[in-house]
């Protein structure tokens, strides 16, 4: 009914790149927003980016704007974080969620999102 599945994390230089994947091809509900948040021990979950369904909106970040891009790709039903300038500070777990419901802003509401996946490790190494 409610799964997402994390894909593309890895270790990577200071300055280098990578692309995030969240499958939504399971999450036979439809979803009104896609969140990708952040958590490194001992800190609260962060919200990274966000894509909201009904008008293609997207919401970043002060620390991730002008390096990340959040988009849906239809074909391969993901929404994707494509990463560039990745910098030793964004070193950590990075979940994607579902909500299902209106929410606002889609990036801080972290507790109403519905559906997490199970998180992919991001490495950058200065």
């Known amino acids: 009914q409610g799964q997402l599945v994390e894909s593309g994390g890895g270790v990577v230089q200071a300055g280098g790149s990578l692309k995030l994947s969240c499958e939504v091809s399971?999450?036979?509900?439809?979803?009104?927003?896609i969140g990708w948040f952040r958590q490194a021990p001992g800190k609260e979950r962060e919200g990274v980016s966000c894509?909201?369904?009904?008008?293609?909106?997207?919401y970043y970040a002060d620390s991730v704007k002008g390096r990340f891009t959040i988009s849906r790709d239809r074909a391969k039903n993901t929404v994707d974080l494509e990463m560039n300038n990745l910098e030793p500070e964004d070193s950590t777990v990075y979940y994607c969620?579902?909500?299902?419901?209106?929410?606002?802003?889609?990036?801080?509401?972290?507790?109403?999102?519905?559906?997490w996946g199970q998180g992919t490790q991001v490495t950058v190494s200065s």
């Open positions: 969620a579902a909500a299902v419901r209106p929410l606002y802003p889609c990036i801080s509401q972290t507790a109403e999102y519905d559906y």
């Open positions: 399971a999450f036979t509900l439809h979803w009104y927003a």
């Open positions: 894509f909201v369904s009904p008008n293609n909106e997207t």
